[in-house]
């Protein structure tokens, strides 16, 4: 039975995106050895949607309240990529990595399954 989700981020600066993680998000994490940080993450749920090009994957961190989570996180130095945008699922954003990724942020506007 599957139990749980393992997310990868491939980064240039990997070291830099662990201590951001860590440090910034503040997420709670074990050492697998030699320093190779893996996080604990907030609740996870999957979505499959349709394309006509190549297969992808992406990942946003969803929130209650994106006001709020943007003025807190940039109170701690992160920047974002750009405005909020109004979709019709969700507000949607992306934070900037120092690593040079971005990760997306969104406040659903839609059901969840977190509370299934």
Same mark, same amino acid.
């Given at each position: 039975? &599957?139990?749980?989700?393992?997310? &990868?981020?491939?980064?240039?600066?990997?070291?830099?995106?662990?201590?951001?993680?860590?440090?910034?998000?503040?997420?709670?994490?074990?050492?697998?050895?030699?320093?190779?940080? &893996?996080?604990?993450? =907030?609740?996870?749920?999957?979505?499959?949607? =349709?394309?006509?090009?190549?297969?992808?994957?992406?990942?946003?961190?969803?929130?209650?309240?994106?006001?709020?989570? &943007?003025?807190?996180?940039?109170?701690?130095?992160?920047?974002?990529?750009?405005?909020?945008? !109004? !979709?019709?699922?969700?507000?949607?954003?992306?934070?900037?990595?120092?690593?040079?990724? !971005?990760?997306?942020?969104?406040? =659903?506007?839609? =059901?969840?399954?977190?509370?299934?």
């Amino acid at each position: 039975m &599957i139990n749980g989700v393992h997310v &990868i981020l491939y980064s240039r600066d990997d070291a830099a995106d662990r201590a951001f993680i860590r440090d910034v998000l503040g997420f709670r994490n074990v050492d697998a050895g030699g320093g190779w940080l &893996i996080f604990k993450a =907030p609740p996870a749920e999957v979505a499959v949607h =349709p394309t006509d090009g190549p297969a992808s994957h992406q990942m946003y961190f969803l929130c209650d309240d994106i006001n709020a989570t &943007i003025a807190d996180l940039t109170a701690k130095g992160v920047e974002f990529a750009g405005p909020v945008s !109004e !979709e019709r699922w969700g507000l949607l954003t992306s934070l900037k990595l120092p690593g040079g990724g !971005e990760l997306g942020l969104y406040q =659903p506007l839609h =059901p969840t399954a977190h509370d299934l």
